[in-house]
Structures are given as structure tokens and as C-alpha cells.
């Protein structure tokens, strides 16, 4: 086995991100200097390169948070190391149906642009395979119960010996100390415990989930964020640091004005449906064959709201003349606005509000969306050939950058797709070792080629 590959400085990195020219790995045996004037010359300012060409994470996360994170990282062109356990992989391969084959949709919705290492944490030769991708790699992402990592000599304090220089970002229910710290992390009990669903579904009624799983998904928007924010950090100290990223502290701060109005005013939050608390009208109304959404955020919208429904008379009465005033009258004007909605179909409300400055939309169901032009003109359907579920549609990045074009994705990986790869690769493994290695169960590959 070969000496294992050094990172760049993170300072030299990105100071190679920062003039559009993409880093590169320098084994100890080679010429850094040699390698760095061959790039130099043969790149130039302003070519299609994704802002984290170059940079390396270690993903050991699994369900949906620490992916989704590790995706929208991998979409901006890192190069994601996958870490799965040999045999079940990632928790969300089994979530199903649907299923497209054998894949788990679930599981192809937030894991293209990934690397694929089966590898058992638990064995210590396992470990020990960790530890070295760690120190080449300028990014690890974990999502494991605190202190469970460090049980196997893959903790912050162990991997920072090893790689001073590496962000290394954990992801968890509740934050690394304190009294829930070692609780699991569950989308809808954090979503539970941070207020989230007390404050989420209709007027009258029972506490409801999110469609989807907001909170872990804020954490991963969050952990994306943070990781980005210590790249930075790392180029200007030369230091790795310890992202600390939960789903309570995430879905807390993202209460905003609700958590204000408690902590200044001490005003208890309530459930308002489709409804706002503090604007009158700004709604979901049911159609004739649907549900719209009209949101008059100022007196002079209200106005035109009024026009466009044939109740001019509404925006001439007092008790409506502002929206305080409305806010207060809810009631009575809502049920009338209700009623005179139910007269017409939905298209016909879009046709009449079109082009009059109030904001409004349909409420569409799924099938909808995808139909939606928009939508396709923001390039949010993402087509790839997967190699057993053939062709598969997930929904594309949401951000688009004017430097570089989106490519091809990788598609989501088989189970221990590339351990054979990265092993030999970017871990100098020979044949004999890797084999050694799979025969023990250490690592996995998949049944398919590499």
C-alpha cells in the first residue's frame, strides 16, 4: 500500500477557486510545483467550472438532512464519497413503494452525484479506511448519535488529528450537548418539539405535519450553508473547525416573527390553515374546481381584489378601509370572499387577476407542478439513466449560477458502487489488499461493474 495522498493548504484551494482554476490532490511523491504550473497553463479564467471543482467530502450520512446536504454540495461539483453500511446501505433504500426496480425512489430523490464506499465502521481495518479518506478530503459530513463516532475513533477530536485542516459538520436531532443531546433525530418529532406543528394546519383543528420533512430539509439548506461559510473560514486561518447542525436549532430560528412575537410581546402562536395572521386577504379560496391563493398585501391591492370579484362596495365600507381594520373583521369578510370565490373556476380567477399586480395562484396538486411551464423553464425536472432502474426523473438543483452550466449528473449509486474504485484510486489499495478486504467483510461492492 502506497503512502497516503496530502491535501492542499485549504488557503491554496480556494484561492485556485477564487481565480476559476480547479485544485488537484499532490501525492507526496510528485512535483506539487510541477503539477501547479501544468494546470496553470492549461486552464483558463472563465471556463465552465463549478464553484467546489476539486473539493472532497466524506458523507457518512444516511436517511435525508445530511444527503440532501452532501447533494446540493455534490451539484456545485464536489466530488461526494458516499459512505454506506455493506449489505443495507443508506436507511432510505428500503423506503418504499414506490420503488423503480429495486431502487427506492425515496433513496434516488437526494443521492445523485455520489460515490458509493460500503464500508463496516464498526471493524477497525473499516475505520482505519475512514481516517484515511479524512485526510484527504476537505469536507466530512456525519449524521450519528453524539459520541458514537469518537466510540469508534472517528470523532471531531480524532479526525482533527489526523486532518487539522478539515470542516467536519455533525448533523443531529438535538445538538451536541445538552439534556436531549442523545436522543435520535426524527424529521417529525423535532418538528413536534420546535413548535413547528403547533403552529401548522387548520384554524380548528389538530396540529398537522408538513407535506414533506421541512425541518430536515432546513437543516440540510443549513449544514450546506455552514459548510460553506468554514471553507472559507479554513482559507483564511489554515484551521479545520466543528459544524454543531440540528434539526431543533434549525427549525427554532426558522419560527422568525413567531418567535418574536412570543419573546417581545409574549403572544402565543396559533394555527391559521392557509390563512395570515396579520394580513387580510391572504389565503388559500376554494373554486368551483379547485383551490386559489390571493394575498392582498396592501389597501390598494384589496382594492383590486374587490374589482376583479364584482364587490366594489366591500373596499368602500369603513371597517375594511385598511388592513388593520380587516384583520379585525376577518370573519365576516372572509366568509363573503369565500362564497363569491366558489362562483367560478379557477382559470377563470387566474384570467381576471392576470396582469392586475395581486398576487395569486392555483393551489395544484403534483401532476400539476410538473405540467407547469415554469417549472420546466427552470430546468426542476432531472433526467438520468440509472444502471438497473433505467431512465429516472428527480427534481433538478434550484439554484442556477451564470459561470457554469449544469451537467450531467452521476446517478444515484448502487450500494458500495465505487469501494473498489476509491479504494484502488484515491487510497493506493492494491488488488491483494482489496480483496483481503472485501473477503472479511470490511467493505462491500456491488454486483454490478465498477
Not at 425512489?105 to 477497525?124: C, E, G, M, Q, T
Not at 387580510?280 to 376583479?308: E, I
Not at 467493505?443 to 454490478?448: C, K, M
Request: with cysteine.
Amino acid at each position: 500500500m502506497s503512502t497516503t495522498p496530502t491535501r492542499f493548504k485549504c488557503g491554496g484551494f480556494l484561492r485556485l477557486l477564487a481565480s476559476g482554476i480547479q485544485p488537484c490532490i499532490f501525492r507526496q511523491h510528485q512535483s506539487s510545483r510541477a503539477n501547479l504550473r501544468r494546470l496553470l497553463s492549461n486552464t483558463q479564467p472563465g471556463e465552465n467550472v463549478r464553484p467546489l471543482e476539486g473539493v472532497k467530502v466524506l458523507d457518512l450520512t444516511r436517511v435525508l438532512a445530511g444527503p440532501f446536504a452532501t447533494m446540493i454540495l455534490g451539484d456545485l461539483g464536489a466530488e461526494i464519497f458516499k459512505v454506506e453500511r455493506p449489505g443495507a446501505g443508506d436507511d432510505t433504500r428500503s423506503w418504499g413503494p414506490p420503488f423503480v426496480g429495486d431502487e427506492s425512489v425515496y433513496f434516488l430523490s437526494v443521492n445523485r452525484n455520489k460515490k458509493s464506499i460500503a464500508v463496516n465502521l464498526k471493524d477497525p481495518r473499516g475505520a482505519k479506511i475512514i481516517l484515511e479518506l479524512a485526510g484527504m478530503c476537505d469536507v466530512l459530513v456525519e449524521n450519528y448519535l453524539p459520541g458514537k463516532l469518537a466510540q469508534m475513533g472517528l470523532g471531531y477530536d480524532d479526525v482533527h488529528k489526523a486532518a487539522p485542516r478539515l470542516v467536519y459538520c455533525s448533523i443531529s436531532g438535538y445538538g451536541q450537548t445538552g439534556p436531549l443531546s442523545q436522543r435520535p433525530g426524527y424529521d417529525s418529532i423535532a418538528s413536534a418539539v420546535s413548535g413547528m406543528m403547533h403552529i401548522t394546519g387548520p384554524e380548528d383543528g389538530d396540529p398537522v405535519r408538513p407535506g414533506v420533512a421541512m425541518t430536515d430539509l432546513a437543516t440540510g439548506l443549513y449544514a450546506h450553508g455552514a459548510i460553506m461559510a468554514a471553507l472559507l473560514q479554513c482559507h483564511r486561518t489554515g484551521r479545520g473547525v466543528h459544524i454543531d447542525c440540528n434539526l431543533l436549532s434549525t427549525q427554532v430560528a426558522c419560527l422568525t416573527h413567531i418567535a418574536a412575537n412570543y419573546l417581545n410581546a409574549g403572544k402565543e402562536a396559533r394555527r391559521w390553515g392557509t390563512a395570515h395572521e396579520s394580513i387580510v386577504p391572504y389565503q388559500g379560496f376554494r373554486t368551483k374546481d379547485g383551490y386559489l391563493v390571493v394575498a392582498a398585501g396592501n389597501d390598494k391591492q384589496f382594492v383590486k381584489v374587490c374589482k376583479m370579484l364584482g364587490l366594489n362596495h366591500l373596499s368602500d365600507e369603513p371597517k375594511y378601509k385598511s388592513n388593520t381594520l380587516r384583520v379585525q373583521h376577518r370573519q365576516k369578510l372572509l366568509h363573503i370572499l369565500s362564497q363569491r370565490f366558489l362562483e367560478e373556476v379557477t382559470g377563470e380567477w387566474l384570467r381576471r387577476f392576470e396582469g392586475t399586480g395581486v398576487p395569486c395562484g392555483p393551489i395544484n396538486n403534483i401532476q400539476q407542478v410538473f405540467s407547469e411551464p415554469q417549472v420546466a423553464n427552470n430546468g426542476l425536472i432531472l433526467e438520468m439513466n440509472h444502471p438497473t432502474a433505467g431512465r429516472i426523473a428527480v427534481p433538478g438543483p434550484a439554484v442556477r449560477f451564470s459561470t457554469f452550466e449544469s451537467r450531467e449528473p452521476m446517478t444515484p449509486p448502487m450500494i458500495g458502487q465505487h469501494t473498489v474504485q476509491v479504494l484502488r484510486d484515491s487510497l493506493s489499495y492494491s488488488d491483494d489488499v482489496i480483496n483481503q478486504l472485501l473477503a472479511s467483510g470490511t467493505v462491500s461492492t456491488a454486483e454490478i461493474g465498477v
